[in-house]
């Protein structure tokens, strides 16, 4: 079971699920080092995070840039070693009911792949050689099934759950945790944004409560709200032609 955490890094703090993960986790005695690109809001969530009692540290790297991440993360960890590291930041967009374009794509993927493992990557041989540390890399639902209007959303949430599942019994044996986040709908301005009923809604905060309390227990697979994973699983198994009909149905996200 990994100890309280102390040193604490999020990336995607600016808002959203990041913010309310940071509020969670703002307690005296913690240091928390949180990332993000937009520096107005990540100071509002700095605030709010010191005012609990917590150090705070703002970073601006962005996490697409894998030099200026493995800079910021070793200077922080070379200072107090990293305790938790929370892998958040993560971006979708609309097609407006058209195809993503290759842009998107990319950019998707830059965020939601590339992302995580230059958020990870820098950490994790130095958590493994001192024998201690948790990493935590947050997936979606959607990352069990693709779905029309976010291809590259559900493909970039798939393969940063499963690697971070391989990841957990590779590192677990050098006395790490890793443990794969999978949210459904959390209410935040990328769920804002779906012009959809989106069923079992949560808020920010409420998804924080659920992720800390996961963590704290090492559960390997953190799914929530609970009646969102019977969903997915059903998804998978449904055959072929009844999923194209399916996905020809399915609203697509707007913007």
């Not at 930041?89 to 590339?114: K, M, Y």
């Not at 986040?181 to 959390?186: A, K, L, R």
């Amino acid at each position: 079971m990994p100890h309280a955490p102390t040193t604490i890094v999020i990336t995607g703090a600016s808002g959203g699920l990041g913010r309310a993960l940071a509020r969670a986790y703002a307690a005296p005695g913690r240091a928390l080092h949180l990332f993000g690109r937009d520096l107005q809001r990540l100071e509002e969530t700095a605030i709010a995070a010191a005012a609990a009692g917590a150090t705070v540290r703002t970073h601006a790297a962005d996490v697409t840039d894998a030099h200026a991440m493995a800079e910021a993360l070793t200077a922080i960890d070379t200072a107090a070693p990293i305790d938790l590291l929370i892998a958040n930041a993560g971006i979708s967009a609309g097609t407006h009911g058209g195809p993503e374009s290759p842009e998107q794509t990319r950019a998707v993927f830059a965020v939601n792949l590339d992302g995580v493992l230059n958020t990870v990557l820098p950490v994790l041989p130095a958590m493994r050689a001192r024998g201690r540390g948790q990493v935590a890399i947050v997936s979606s639902i959607a990352g069990f099934r693709g779905i029309p209007g976010a291809p590259a959303y559900c493909a970039s949430k798939a393969a940063v759950r499963a690697w971070g599942e391989g990841l957990r019994g590779e590192a677990a044996a050098d006395g790490v945790a890793v443990n794969v986040i999978c949210p459904g709908f959390v209410r935040t301005a990328m769920t804002g944004a779906n012009g959809f009923p989106m069923p079992f809604i949560i808020s920010a905060e409420r998804a924080a409560r659920i992720i800390r309390k996961g963590l704290a227990r090492n559960r390997g697979r953190i799914v929530f709200p609970l009646p969102m994973l019977p969903i997915a699983w059903m998804l998978r198994a449904l055959p072929d032609s009844w999923l194209d009909a399916l996905a020809r149905a399915m609203p697509r996200k707007g913007s």
